[in-house]
């Protein structure tokens, strides 16, 4: 009987939700020890229930946990979640753009926030490998010192609404 719960648990933690099923929300914060509030899992729900979404940027203070809420020859090339620094993900970039990505999460984003500028290399060499991926992106401080921060920030997600 240990064994038949055993199979049911792991493929009830291996299921394959749509992104916009509350399932696949409430899977990732299974052993996830943070106090979420109403308005925020309403907020990442909203973000990508509309046809129309290309993607979201959370911007909230501090520690308030938005990177718990957002984890072979090509090292993406598998069926788990890839953790990687922006320089590897310049790097390799050409795998970034072939990978079937259901979602990218971009942590600390306000570091691509000059994406704008053609000399901030990293930025836009991301940016070109996942232009035709959904993304969220993870910040504190998206807007420090110029409004063009924040236009670089959204057009990480869709140029043509930035």
């Known amino acids: 009987m240990i064994r038949a719960q055993e199979k049911y648990y792991a493929h009830w933690l291996t299921r394959s939700l749509p992104s916009d099923n509350i399932g696949k929300f409430t899977a990732s914060l299974q052993d996830a020890q943070v106090d979420l509030t109403p308005h925020q899992i309403n907020a990442a729900l909203f973000a990508f229930k509309s046809p129309l979404s290309k993607g979201a940027i959370l911007a909230d ?7 718990i809420e957002a984890g072979n020859l090509n090292p993406f090339n598998c069926e788990e979640i890839v953790i990687c620094s922006y320089q590897f993900a310049r790097a390799k970039a050409p795998y970034l753009k072939q ?20 000399s901030s290399k990293i930025a836009n060499t991301i940016k070109n490998a996942l232009a035709d991926r959904k993304k969220i992106l993870l910040t504190a401080t998206p807007l ?13 997600i869709d140029d043509y609404e930035a």
């Open 99 to 118: 990978t079937p990505w259901d979602l990218a999460v971009i942590d600390e984003a306000h570091r691509l926030r000059n994406v704008y500028k053609s």
């Open 144 to 156: 420090q010192n110029s409004i063009l921060e924040l236009y670089g920030l959204t057009s990480l």
């Open 61 to 67: 203070e501090v520690g308030l946990g938005k990177t």
